[in-house]
């Protein structure tokens, strides 16, 4: 029972490489260590860019000053640390993990590589519900109004897609092209009403289409922690329906699992953390599409790795974003969703031409 | 026993199935033979539970399934389709190990896992365990289908057209391995065949689907004639039984009597 060591090779990533000659077992004992390590490895990482993170910013402390003012008051740095950094980079870690997380459920609940909260309407709909209490309420509106309208029409949306796909069988292609209608439906109704608004309304919506992380403070980050995380368990525990639903759908029901059912309850589930995600901190969308991706090209697809490890190359993709965003153009601070982007395309890019799988 | 009675299936206001009758005892192999669309997937569906027959029933070992829990189900019979779609990168070791899901929930046990090792090492697929499923030839995944149906470790095999797209040798291994296990573990098999000559090697019992009806069944020799074939494929044909095995000699479309004639070969 030797793997054979070439045939392994030929389209390896490092994980799948039998360089001795391992029996099945022991190659399978390797493989689940190698993704366990990852996990560890990106939650220090995410660790580590946090701590760069809360040391880097405009007010120049140095990281002892840091260091002390988070367990000592010394007044301005103190609120500095406590008000400024800290909540914000607690947000990143937050959004950027929600994202991560509801791309890859979204990505394996419709079978789909280019599903992700944002190409199916979710972040198309909260855009809207902001720009309609901007309009309405008037500018300079206070937060939390805006933050409830775009949580309100994200889950309008997904209410929507799951309503449609109820309505005639839970097929992830009725899921997928009802997101894109809603997609286009909401982008026509957010030009419309930019199209009428006045300038300063028309400069708050596009401020809010930039995606910023510094709008929310401790209460905010309460809410969209529960928002984010409580879903969390059910979803891991469905880590193996998951993996079977990947084989399809038929598939899935011959060994105990039900498609309609797994779906409906994932895009409730993914919708919610996505609008916890988006509601305080604007558009942010790259993240769902392409953690899940740069998670599965290193560790495979099974999603008991899959779905935390996303949530985790989410949130340092979104520290690190964060960092840039604040240092690159300093003091300058360039919006978050525009670094995302800037950072996160050329790198995927570049995985995508490295990577020696194909698959899709 | 696992048997089906009275099966009935419409697909929006088509009848597909009327009045199947349909059973498989321990160590029997059945196949499921007739044209293309005649319902012997949508059959092997509705026994597996997949879908919902419009009127009818299906019993394992005298229990009606639909009084059954989805693993239940699982845990007695096994469906193995004629592929699997994949979009993301799967091992064949992860494949054949979601064969086992009805037996955990979160983690596999070093059971289930020992468990897949040796179909692994039995089927000869050690050298594939680390690949990705897309790297495979049609004859090896196919194989490795076959090892997940087996992982199931069900009393019930439900394989929909087991050797579609194999080469000759693989497709004899492949119904041998079927056979063996049929015989050798008390495993009752239900499969659909398109091949008239591998299903009589290799069935106990053959059952003759025409438009939505069984046209015939029972004992190979009995049910593959050349009358019945002309009535349900449409096709002339001689059977001939050669060194112990029927064989069928497809000559032309029926109703066509000058066409497709055998190449003469011009004496010198």
């Given at each position: 029972?030797?793997?054979?060591?070439?045939?392994?090779?030929?389209?390896?990533?490092?994980?799948?490489?039998?360089?001795?000659?391992?029996?099945?077992?022991?190659?399978?004992?390797?493989?689940?260590?190698?993704?366990?390590?990852?996990?560890?490895?990106?939650?220090?990482?995410?660790?580590?860019?946090?701590?760069?993170?809360?040391?880097?910013?405009?007010?120049?402390?140095?990281?002892?000053?840091?260091?002390?003012?988070?367990?000592?008051?010394?007044?301005?740095?103190?609120?500095?640390?406590?008000?400024?950094?800290?909540?914000?980079?607690?947000?990143?870690?937050?959004?950027?993990?929600?994202?991560?997380?509801?791309?890859?459920?979204?990505?394996?609940?419709?079978?789909?590589?280019?599903?992700?909260?944002?190409?199916?309407?979710?972040?198309?709909?909260?855009?809207?519900?902001?720009?309609?209490?901007?309009?309405?309420?008037?500018?300079?509106?206070?937060?939390?109004?805006?933050?409830?309208?775009?949580?309100?029409?994200?889950?309008?949306?997904?209410?929507?897609?799951?309503?449609?796909?109820?309505?005639?069988?839970?097929?992830?292609?009725?899921?997928?092209?009802?997101?894109?209608?809603?997609?286009?439906?909401?982008?026509?109704?957010?030009?419309?009403?930019?199209?009428?608004?006045?300038?300063?309304?028309?400069?708050?919506?596009?401020?809010?289409?930039?995606?910023?992380?510094?709008?929310?403070?401790?209460?905010?980050?309460?809410?969209?922690?529960?928002?984010?995380?409580?879903?969390?368990?059910?979803?891991?525990?469905?880590?193996?329906?998951?993996?079977?639903?990947?084989?399809?759908?038929?598939?899935?029901?011959?060994?105990?699992?039900?498609?309609?059912?797994?779906?409906?309850?994932?895009?409730?589930?993914?919708?919610?953390?996505?609008?916890?995600?988006?509601?305080?901190?604007?558009?942010?969308?790259?993240?769902?599409?392409?953690?899940?991706?740069?998670?599965r090209m290193i560790i495979g697809n099974d999603h008991r790795f899959l779905l935390p490890?996303?949530?985790?190359?989410?949130?340092?993709?979104?520290?690190?974003?964060?960092?840039?965003?604040?240092?690159?153009?300093?003091?300058?601070?360039?919006?978050?969703?525009?670094?995302?982007?800037?950072?996160?395309?050329?790198?995927?890019?570049?995985?995508?031409?490295?990577?020696?799988?194909?698959?899709? | 026993?696992?048997?089906?009675?009275?099966?009935?299936?419409?697909?929006?206001?088509?009848?597909?199935?009327?009045?199947?009758?349909?059973?498989?005892?321990?160590?029997?192999?059945?196949?499921?033979?007739?044209?293309?669309?005649?319902?012997?997937?949508?059959?092997?569906?509705?026994?597996?539970?997949?879908?919902?027959?419009?009127?009818?029933?299906?019993?394992?070992?005298?229990?009606?399934?639909?009084?059954?829990?989805?693993?239940?189900?699982?845990?007695?019979?096994?469906?193995?389709?004629?592929?699997?779609?994949?979009?993301?990168?799967?091992?064949?070791?992860?494949?054949?190990?979601?064969?086992?899901?009805?037996?955990?929930?979160?983690?596999?046990?070093?059971?289930?896992?020992?468990?897949?090792?040796?179909?692994?090492?039995?089927?000869?697929?050690?050298?594939?365990?680390?690949?990705?499923?897309?790297?495979?030839?049609?004859?090896?995944?196919?194989?490795?289908?076959?090892?997940?149906?087996?992982?199931?470790?069900?009393?019930?095999?439900?394989?929909?057209?087991?050797?579609?797209?194999?080469?000759?040798?693989?497709?004899?291994?492949?119904?041998?391995?079927?056979?063996?296990?049929?015989?050798?573990?008390?495993?009752?098999?239900?499969?659909?065949?398109?091949?008239?000559?591998?299903?009589?090697?290799?069935?106990?019992?053959?059952?003759?689907?025409?438009?939505?009806?069984?046209?015939?069944?029972?004992?190979?020799?009995?049910?593959?004639?050349?009358?019945?074939?002309?009535?349900?494929?449409?096709?002339?044909?001689?059977?001939?039984?050669?060194?112990?095995?029927?064989?069928?000699?497809?000559?032309?479309?029926?109703?066509?009597?000058?066409?497709?004639?055998?190449?003469?070969?011009?004496?010198?």
């Amino acid at each position: 029972m030797k793997a054979d060591c070439k045939a392994v090779c030929r389209g390896c990533d490092d994980h799948t490489c039998l360089r001795a000659n391992l029996t099945v077992g022991q190659a399978v004992h390797r493989q689940v260590g190698r993704r366990t390590l990852f996990l560890v490895l990106m939650f220090l990482l995410m660790l580590g860019t946090m701590a760069v993170g809360l040391c880097v910013g405009a007010s120049g402390m140095d990281p002892g000053d840091v260091l002390v003012s988070l367990v000592k008051d010394t007044g301005r740095n103190h609120s500095i640390v406590w008000m400024l950094r800290l909540p914000r980079i607690l947000m990143a870690v937050l959004v950027g993990f929600g994202l991560g997380l509801a791309g890859s459920v979204f990505q394996v609940i419709l079978r789909n590589p280019l599903a992700s909260p944002f190409t199916l309407g979710v972040g198309s709909a909260a855009g809207f519900g902001a720009v309609t209490v901007i309009i309405f309420w008037g500018s300079g509106c206070h937060l939390h109004r805006v933050a409830g309208g775009a949580f309100l029409f994200s889950l309008l949306s997904a209410a929507v897609m799951i309503a449609v796909a109820k309505m005639k069988r839970a097929s992830s292609e009725t899921i997928i092209l009802t997101g894109i209608a809603l997609m286009f439906l909401f982008s026509a109704l957010t030009s419309l009403f930019q199209y009428m608004g006045t300038m300063q309304q028309v400069y708050e919506i596009v401020f809010w289409f930039f995606g910023s992380l510094s709008r929310a403070g401790w209460a905010e980050i309460g809410v969209a922690a529960a928002m984010i995380l409580s879903p969390l368990p059910l979803l891991l525990r469905s880590a193996w329906d998951f993996n079977l639903l990947a084989y399809g759908d038929e598939s899935a029901l011959a060994l105990g699992v039900n498609p309609d059912r797994l779906r409906m309850w994932g895009v409730t589930a993914a919708s919610l953390i996505t609008a916890g995600c988006i509601c305080f901190t604007g558009v942010i969308g790259f993240v769902g599409l392409v953690a899940p991706h740069i998670t599965r090209m290193i560790i495979g697809n099974d999603h008991r790795f899959l779905l935390p490890g996303s949530g985790l190359v989410g949130a340092v993709i979104l520290v690190t974003a964060d960092i840039g965003g604040r240092t690159l153009w300093a003091p300058q601070v360039i919006p978050i969703g525009i670094v995302t982007s800037f950072i996160g395309v050329p790198f995927f890019v570049f995985l995508l031409m490295k990577r020696t799988r194909e698959y899709w | 026993m696992l048997e089906a009675r009275q099966i009935f299936f419409e697909y929006s206001g088509h009848k597909v199935l009327s009045g199947i009758e349909a059973s498989v005892e321990k160590a029997e192999v059945v196949s499921i033979v007739g044209p293309n669309g005649v319902g012997k997937t949508t059959l092997l569906k509705c026994i597996a539970g997949i879908l919902k027959p419009t009127r009818g029933y299906v019993r394992v070992e005298g229990k009606d399934i639909r009084d059954m829990a989805r693993r239940g189900i699982a845990k007695q019979l096994t469906y193995m389709p004629q592929s699997l779609p994949f979009r993301f990168p799967v091992t064949v070791f992860d494949t054949i190990l979601s064969g086992r899901r009805p037996y955990f929930a979160w983690r596999p046990s070093r059971k289930d896992l020992e468990r897949v090792e040796r179909v692994i090492e039995e089927m000869g697929l050690s050298d594939l365990a680390m690949r990705d499923m897309d790297q495979l030839s049609g004859g090896q995944a196919q194989k490795v289908l076959l090892a997940r149906a087996l992982v199931q470790d069900t009393r019930y095999l439900l394989l929909d057209e087991p050797n579609t797209g194999l080469d000759l040798r693989h497709q004899l291994e492949l119904l041998e391995t079927v056979a063996v296990l049929a015989k050798g573990k008390g495993i009752g098999v239900i499969m659909a065949m398109h091949d008239l000559n591998l299903a009589a090697r290799f069935s106990d019992r053959i059952m003759m689907l025409h438009q939505g009806r069984i046209f015939s069944t029972g004992a190979p020799a009995e049910v593959i004639t050349a009358d019945r074939i002309r009535e349900v494929y449409g096709v002339e044909s001689v059977v001939i039984c050669n060194n112990g095995y029927l064989h069928v000699q497809v000559l032309r479309c029926a109703g066509e009597e000058n066409r497709n004639r055998p190449v003469q070969t011009r004496a010198r």
